[in-house]
């Protein structure tokens, strides 16, 4: 059995075209400018900057063109074109690290998923300081009796008709909603 024959890799500072590694070689601009500290040094440094950047990109657009050139859009090439264009307009989604407990990072799928579930553990635990219990007596002293309900005084109660009971009761549910709708928080009832 013997090994594929892979063509061997070169070296990316040969794909780099001539003209741009010359440019490149102008680093003795930026010493100079920074030895003298001359405006003259600085435009010319500058100046050496911009031409640099645009050889960059005008060679990037190319071989883009080259290789988008060389694709096709038909089946016996798997639709390579139509794959390489669908990624122009999709933005770059990154996952932001992600720390575990022994300060080392979350590297694979399982080790992100254990690491958010005990921080969610850890975050969402109930209050030790209060029970539901004072929360209700809490809740029920701050809202008004409602009139005509069992275990409440006054006039209306057990001797009102029912039509006066549905009213009241209208109206308490009517102004409960508006106070919640002033309080900032949307929504409907």
């Not at 050496?48 to 089946?75: D, G, M, Q, R």
Request: proline residues 6%.
């Amino acid at each position: 059995m013997t090994t594929p024959d892979n063509p061997p890799k070169t070296p990316r500072h040969n794909c780099v075209p001539l003209e741009i590694r010359s440019k490149i070689q102008e680093k003795i601009l930026r010493r100079v400018w920074h030895c003298g500290r001359h405006n003259e040094d600085k435009k010319a440094l500058s100046k050496a900057i911009v031409v640099l950047k645009e050889l960059i990109n005008n060679a990037k657009n190319s071989t883009l063109t080259l290789h988008l050139e060389s694709l096709t859009a038909t089946k016996s090439t798997n639709y390579s074109l139509w794959k390489a264009t669908s990624n122009f307009n999709q933005p770059k989604r990154t996952r932001p690290p992600l720390r575990l407990a022994d300060a080392k990072w979350a590297r694979t799928a399982q080790q992100r998923v254990d690491a958010f579930a005990n921080h969610l553990a850890e975050v969402f635990k109930p209050n030790d300081g209060t029970s539901n219990e004072d929360l209700n007596i809490e809740v029920e002293s701050s809202l008004p009796s409602l009139p005509g309900a069992a275990g409440s005084s006054g006039a209306g109660s057990g001797s009102g008709s029912s039509s006066e009971d549905s009213a009241s009761h209208a109206s308490f549910t009517d102004s409960l909603s508006d106070s919640f709708l002033a309080s900032g928080f949307g929504g409907s009832f």
